[in-house]
């Protein structure tokens, strides 16, 4: 080959090789990014948490983009940056989840009403990239024919092992973590009748109408057995399952870990379905509940919210699920006087009172510098103030020195 010939030929395959490399879409990086997308509706409403898992390559800032399918309107949303367009919603990191290593994930939610249609959305991308097994939405890259033939192989002479499908589903959830140093860990599993005994009694706060708890046998976290606490409105229908157990040996640091699966959404009034009884602020309660729609805490001493019932603050705190089963978990500092809250395994801005006064969420909370609870038990049930009755079972509850996790 004349020297000419050579280097006319090299010029030429390495245009071929530039080309073939500018065709290549850059967010082809993300490939295999998975969205999922589980929603809670009642009638007018929803809400729905949304884990966004990041493909072969590590994602360092994030948007995912969905299309409705009926004439839902996002009203609310934490964890993320929430807008929409339409049908078209765009949902952007905050600054502590935009970083997720390959395969990593992390999840939001929104909340939100429709009139006539809440039909599933369609069409998720990540940084542009359809997600969930989609195709592509550019063309895939180009490249030039190979000058040789590939090489060519005889099929195997055997077919491929085939194995069986297994005879039963795998387990959709795990035992209960780090129970062996708990304090308290209880799926109600060793309950022999419908009325609560053994590690839990019946407590009625005030006075006792017409809220029941009892042992249910049809629905359950895991195993056969759970709490249910049908709670009814009013203020003379507390209800409550207490722990018996002694919890003095936890110490002033407190972790929790409880599974509650309940049918209507938190109301705009004040309801408690959790309470503490704070030996250091008079034996009155530290109380997890809801109002605006999202969950709280409350202090019963000086009725302080953690968030602060503002618009701003109530959407830094999450709803509570309904019609399917969510782990929550809080930590209570009496050292310091902080508080940790916890919802399907991510931490809540608006539940978390750290010593850092937030905006919107601690205001009130700060009011008492010197607050540093001693708990001493454990109750769960119903406390309606007015407005707000709802079916509840609780299942699984851990408590302990150290975070137990989901």
């Given amino acids: 080959m004349s020297l000419a010939v050579a280097l006319v030929t090299a010029l030429v395959a390495s245009v071929v090789t530039m080309v073939s490399l500018t065709l290549v879409p850059s967010a082809q990086a993300a490939a295999g990014c998975l969205v999922g997308y589980q929603a809670n509706q009642w009638t007018g409403g929803f809400t729905a948490a949304i884990r966004v898992t990041a493909g072969d390559t590590a994602v360092n800032g994030w948007t995912v983009t969905w299309t409705y399918g009926g004439d839902q309107r996002i009203t609310n949303s934490w964890n993320a940056q929430v807008s929409q367009s339409g049908t078209a919603v765009t949902a952007r990191n905050v600054a502590w989840n935009g970083s997720l290593p390959a395969g990593g994930s992390t999840e939001f939610g929104v909340q939100g009403t429709y009139a006539s249609s809440a039909a599933a959305p369609t069409g998720f991308t990540l940084n542009g990239v359809p997600c969930n097994g989609a195709d592509p939405t550019t063309p895939p890259p180009t490249t030039a024919p190979p000058t040789t033939a590939p090489p060519t192989t005889a099929p195997p002479t055997t077919a491929p092992p085939t194995t069986a499908p297994p005879t039963t589903a795998p387990p959709t959830t795990g035992p209960p973590t780090g129970c062996g140093a708990a304090a308290l860990c209880d799926g109600f599993e060793n309950q022999t009748g419908s009325a609560p005994s053994g590690d839990w009694s019946l407590n009625y706060p005030d006075c006792q109408g017409t809220g029941i708890a009892a042992i249910d046998t049809s629905v359950a976290h895991q195993g056969t057995r759970s709490v249910r606490i049908n709670g009814t409105a009013g203020y003379c229908n507390h209800v409550f399952v207490r722990s018996n157990r ?118 009130q909370w700060l009011n008492r510098a010197n607050w540093r609870p001693n708990l001493t038990d454990l109750r769960l049930g119903w406390e309606s103030y007015g407005e707000g009755a709802d079916t509840l079972w609780y299942d699984d509850v851990a408590l302990g020195s150290a975070r137990i996790g989901c």
């Fill in 246 to 363: 002694d919890l003095s040996g936890l110490g002033a640091v407190r972790y929790a870990r409880f599974w509650v699966r309940h049918t209507t959404a938190l109301p705009t009034q004040h309801v408690t379905f959790l309470a503490m009884r704070d030996a250091n602020d008079g034996n009155r309660d530290l109380r997890m509940g809801g109002q605006n729609g999202a969950l709280q805490w409350n202090r019963a001493s000086d009725d302080a919210t953690l968030p602060e019932q503002s618009p701003n603050g109530v959407a830094l705190s999450v709803p509570l699920p309904v019609n399917r089963w969510t782990c929550v978990e809080f930590m209570v500092d009496g050292n310091q006087g902080r508080l940790s809250t916890w919802v399907d395994g991510s931490a809540v801005t608006g539940l978390t009172a750290d010593g850092t006064p937030t905006h919107d969420v601690d205001g």
